[in-house]
């Protein structure tokens, strides 16, 4: 096993450590006092001898001692569990906490690389089972460990011939749990791995179903399904079956351990003729350890595979937490945006290695003018936008705002001097109000109106059950996508940041409502240095600067009039527009 | 779940095998004390070493044989309970992909996953411990009270018994009563967790935008710290069952004993007797606390059956009905005053539609967003049904179509490009199964998908993984559109399909549409007023009415809302 995720769960352990050391303290004694009772009624037993040969004193001061020891049990039980809780809770909510922590510091290229569904399950069911699996294994582990010598000790203390034929027979309970435990364990494997082919092919069909009946493909994803269904059914059956044998075949092999006990206990009985070298209530007490006995082995076979689950998930959790996070800006100064003037120079940028795309860009930005970046797909026009926010760094080259280099200043104040509004509309879950002020939070609800009312969400807000308290959520389909684009238009409206950077802001929203919008934007522009994405050439037409992109560089760049009488890709561009309107 | 049970019909000799052979296991588990408390008696008490060795022999029997009955029982229970849920999933898709859009759009598609996933899972462990345990474990406990009062008839010592399994009932389920509703605020805090997480790593780039790392993780914090809070009280409370059993069992034992005493002082019961009694008092404590977990279970599994059975009540409400005569005028789609309401709004999302389209005719519908353009067209496809009037495809009322015939005539380029894992062609396929090489590529390249393919080295064979999320928005977009036109549809319908297409890509999709040699009835939904311009009729919609109907120039001399589009996106000045 790992040696580095042990000690990074020994790290998150530390802090209890005390709790730890009495929890195991209180196991060890409720153990041992657990154990103490078969002897207490094998004594007790031998008080009832026969018919008139009752000692009525005896049985009564060992029944109060059994009544007394069953109460402290209990006690230390309870506290145990109290104090187990604690642990693993806690232990789960500090893993929780730093693993949440460091999705805010790692590097965008770590977040768009990895599937959000896969990050959200590291930190959410890793963390449980983890901590579900390492904690409360341990106990049952040691638990386990203590109920396995102490019974031996008491055994062979009580009759060492009897104590020896429980020992010849371990191995038995032993070879079966690890039988069987084995082969389940493929099985399970194997369960999930078809599991996982009928889910994704439900999340296909039932997520898309409306495609399915648009063609008519309702009868061939059935067949579809239906062949990872009877797998399935096959798989499941056999790992349900082999899984559920673990019981049935610890209590027959228990059950040989119990007439062992019972035959050699009896005629070491019979054979000491009431010498009193071996009575009945020790046979007794045997066979009641004998009941007990296997239990723990079961417990520790199935504890050894959880233990190794738990390490596995700590280790897929703490792997993420070690991930390589973005270089610390604390020693950078703060940066306050004055003129808004930018400058790339020499930027060179690609996501990997193996496929160059932005080489030797230089641009220069003056305060308050207007950029719009045009190009086909996959051109390079978000990459450019990640590079501008910091959200990548650039491999060369540098990129300066009002003459700083923004590796120099604080992320935070280089983020926060933007407005920005992205393509994939976000929404928190949360009230509007609370959307909206995402960038101000302590804006005053009239602010808020008024930002609406400038974005021109106010009209469909109003109309929401709630108005201004609705709460919405990024993946409730409540609102349609225009709707979404507004509200994150009213957030820049509220926050007015000294530059913009837009990107496809307005491509879910009707031109009509657009040319409001862009009214209201162009008050807002003014000013303000800005980046604007879009396909639509309407939007771009009164750019200062428009930059015609392609293959991650800048083919052209000028106003709208220069690049038409370039007549050149801008000019093909805005033609193929033209030219189907004129058919 | 009493409706669910049908998918159990094919299995009912595994239902009745499974929990008899569990009972037949419990009944030769009774026996053991008996045995022991006679190998004590008989065996000890006479000096009979025969009768013990016999008496250790018949224990080991009885573990063999009630091994053997097990291994039956666990069989068929796994058998049955796989079988049940392979049948009931298969129900359950075919019965969800019957379902029309107004069914989809009110369950909403991550339940009915859900429905087929986890509730079916739930409802299989149900089966499969019900047909295991129900029977053993009330076996047990009454066996061994019953056996009990065999050795003890008097009911003096055996009494205890009672009053054992009462106390131990009223400590196991109370507990499992105050903690379920408990353990659903802790999952309930939890998904609030989960959500955060998940909102986070989606909005990654407006949270690092606006600088909000630190009050997310704040929000966080004071996320996991209710959650904290409610484990821990749920945990104080289920902390309790353990020790209480344990105390209550080891309590009643010292009375049991002490009132077995009693009566093996006066002759009444033997010392093996009382043992007899003490064990079978510890084989009650064991099971008592299966079956509590075994009702868990079957709650929560009746509770995801009745989820699942909530979907099948909801059936299509859409059928084939109506004449099926058809006036052939030559017209390919009219619409005949329709009117449609959604499900549960309370306006029209489309009202007094009137329009006809002659076959091989170019349709363009335009308007702002939410004005109804998706809604019209998918009335041609009957995906909705219309409130009032009728739609018409070939002059037959679409309602009296079977759906198939219906939407074979159709290909419909949805918004959402979505395609299926598989290879190129396999999802090329899917309109048309008889589709050649030849065909698909055809449409390919009408589709301005070309260089998709030609990107590929494995071509048609490019395999696309679910979702299709190996391969562009714009790229899918294109497939999407050779998709439909693969089956080359008689109406060909583009519902806002060039949104992730450039302007000259989109220029040529409309040019190669144009030259189609089977010259489809098309209809192209588009916000751009350049991607309809060319059409044989536009229909301007505006809030769910036609505001415009005609051709380009006379919408933009006559129609206020077309020509505010168009100046919007044109202005006149600029060219």
Redesign the interface.
Known sequence: MNMSTIKTVLSYLKKYWFLIIVSLLFAAGSVLLSLYIPILIGDGIDLIIDEGLVDFDGLLAILTEIGIIAVVVGILQWLMNLINNRITYNVTKDIRNRAFDKIQKLPLSYIDSHQSGEVVNKIISDVDQFAEGLLMGFTQFFTGIVTIAATLGIMFYLSWKIALVVVLLTPLSLFVASFISKSTYSLFKKQSEVKAKNTSIINEVVGNLKTVKAFSHEDEELERFDEANNELEKVSRKAIFFSSLVNPCTRFVNAIVYAGVALVGALLVIKSGGSGALTIGVLSCFLSYATQYAKPFNEISGVVTELQNALACAKRVFDFTNEKEEVSDKENEKLTVENGEIELSNVSFSYTSEKKLITDLNLKVDSGMHVAIVGPTGCGKTTLINLLMRFYDVNSGKILVDNHDIREVTRQSLRSSYGMVLQDTWLQNGTVRENIALGKPNATIEEIIEAAKASHAHSFIKRLPEGYDTVISDEGSSLSQGQRQLLCIARIMLSLPPMLILDEATSSIDTRTEIKIQKAFSTLMSGRTSFIVAHRLSTIKEADIILVMKDGNIIETGNHDELLLKNGFYAALYNSQFESNEQ | MKKLLVYLDGYKKECVFAPLFKML?ALFELF?PLV?AS??DK??GN???NY??Y???L??A???I??SC??VA??F???A???F??KL??SL??H??????TE?DTLG?SS??NR??NDTNQV?TGI?LTL?LFMRSPVIVFGALIMAIIVDPSFKASGIFVITILALSLVVFGIMLITIPLYKKVQSR?DT?????????????????????????DK??KK??A??KA??LV??IS??L???T??IV??S??FL??K???R????EL???Q??AL??YM?QILIELIKLANLIITITKALACAKRIEDVFEISSSQEVMGDKKSSNNGYSVEFKNVSLKYKGASECSLENIDFSVKAGQTVGII?????GKTSLVNLI?R?YDAESGEVLVNGQNVNSYE??TL??K?G?V?Q?A?L??GTIRENMK??DKTASDEDILKAIETAQAKDVLDAKKEGLDFQIE??GKNL???QRQRLTIA?ALVSKPEILILDDSS?????????RL?KSLNSLDYKPTVFIVS?????I??ADKIIVLDDGKIVGIGKHDELLSGCL?YS??YN????KE??
């Open positions: 296991e053991v022991v190998i004590i065996g000890i000096g009979d070493k013990v060795v008496m250790c022999l224990m080991v009885l573990g063999a009630g091994l097990t291994l666990q069989y229970s796994a058998k309970a796989c079988g849920s392979a999933r298969h898709f075919k969800i992909s019957s379902l029309s859009y989809i598609t009915l996953i087929m996933t299989q499969n295991r939890l967790t989960l959500l955060s997480t998940r909102e986070n790593l989606t909005g990654v780039r407006v949270i690092r935008a606006f600088s909000l790392e630190g009050k997310e993780k966080f914090h996991t710290t959650l904290n484990q821990m945990g104080r902390a309790l353990n020790p209480l344990f105390a080891n309590i034992i010292c004993i002490y077995g005493a009693i093996v002082q006066i002759g033997t010392q093996g009382v043992i003490y064990n510890s308007g702002g967003t939410g004005s496809g995906f759906f198939e939407r074979e159709i419909v949805p959402k979505v299926f894992k899917w309109g679910e979702g562009s928005g714009g998709r949104s992730a297409l450039d302007y000259q890509t989109d220029a409309r916000q751009r007023t350049a991607s311009s060319h809302v505010e589009i919007s996106q044109f202005k600029g060219v």
